[in-house]
């Protein structure tokens, strides 16, 4: 475990600043890709390539237990009822139990997956898709249904905590391409074209054992910056045990940042708010840090993103 790498403190960016890596990073947005976005990065020979990753056959979920309490993080959980509960006496014939949910799906506590639709900026969705075409009766473009047959493809781990010898980050602190960088070369992996990249800052553990916090106000983060890192190694996508933007946010005038960079600019889905508190020591038993990983959000066709439960298989 590297030990001597301190705390990141990378500059704020001004809103003019933010303006001219916005548009670097579209000038480097593939424009052949689709309504996938950088999902066409995973193609049949990189899936059939992440393959070999499975060597112990184990899985492992990067998804947190769906959650129905209340909290500081969790204004609005899920609710789940039963809606068809046996009241009468089932010792004979057949007999059902029934429930529902409803969900918040971009909430600040539940694992979930953001769809090409969810990040309006400046007017547009991604690939300049106009914001007319998400109405209140759903998304008629970019939505999660482009993830339909599965996101498949060779996941890559980098433990930004591990690299720097504490538990996790504190909120506000940023990860930056610097970071990404040094974990690379602490775990001997090297995030390529079409990985599913995952960055752990230590939200979940934090969160366990101190307790939820507002972290709608305060949390640990990629630096806007480091999305430079993603469009070089030209990753499919780009998922967290936090929002994957730092918050309070470090660019003027944008209060999500890495969403706009990710998903608006390069076409990223993001998944949010995952565990890696099962991986991690998995990664470590095994002395690597890359997997087969398998996303399969739910097939809801005009939904700006999703649930969803990505299993690494090693």
Request: hydrophobic content about 45%; aromatic content about 4%.
């Amino acid at each position: 475990m590297v030990t001597d790498a301190g705390p990141a403190d990378p500059a704020r960016l001004t809103a003019a600043e933010f303006d001219v890596l916005y548009r670097r990073l579209v000038s480097r947005a593939d424009r052949s890709r689709g309504d996938r976005g950088a999902l066409d990065e995973l193609t049949p020979a990189r899936v059939l390539a992440a393959t070999r990753e499975v060597r112990a056959g184990r899985t492992i979920t990067l998804a947190a237990p769906v959650e129905t309490s209340p909290g500081p993080d969790n204004p609005e959980p899920a609710r789940h009822w039963m809606s068809g509960q046996p009241e009468e006496d089932v010792s004979g014939g057949l007999h059902f139990a029934l429930d529902s949910f409803v969900m918040n799906v971009h909430g600040d506590a539940d694992s979930h997956i953001d769809a090409l639709c969810h990040v309006i900026y400046d007017g547009t969705l991604h690939g300049g898709v106009a914001a007319s075409s998400v109405t209140s009766g759903g998304a008629k473009a970019l939505s999660v249904e482009a993830a339909r047959d599965g996101i498949v493809g060779r996941g890559v781990l980098l433990d930004i905590p591990r690299l720097r010898g504490v538990p996790w980050l504190e909120p506000g602190d940023h990860v930056t391409a610097d970071d990404l960088i040094a974990a690379e070369a602490a775990h001997r992996v090297h995030v390529s074209e079409g990985d599913l990249l995952f960055v752990r800052v230590g939200h979940r553990r934090r969160r366990a054992e101190l307790g939820a916090w507002q972290a709608a106000n305060a949390r640990a983060g990629l630096h806007p910056s480091a999305l430079e890192f993603l469009a070089e190694r030209r990753v499919a996508v780009l998922g967290g045990d936090g929002n994957n933007d730092t918050a309070p946010s470090s660019t003027e005038g944008v209060d999500f940042p890495v969403h706009v960079l990710a998903v608006h600019a390069m076409g990223l889905h993001l998944l949010d708010y995952l565990q890696f508190e099962d991986l991690v020591p998995v990664c470590e038993a095994e002395g690597r840090w890359s997997f087969l990983c398998v996303i399969a959000p739910l097939r809801l066709p005009d939904a700006t993103g999703s649930p969803v439960n990505p299993i690494a298989i090693l």
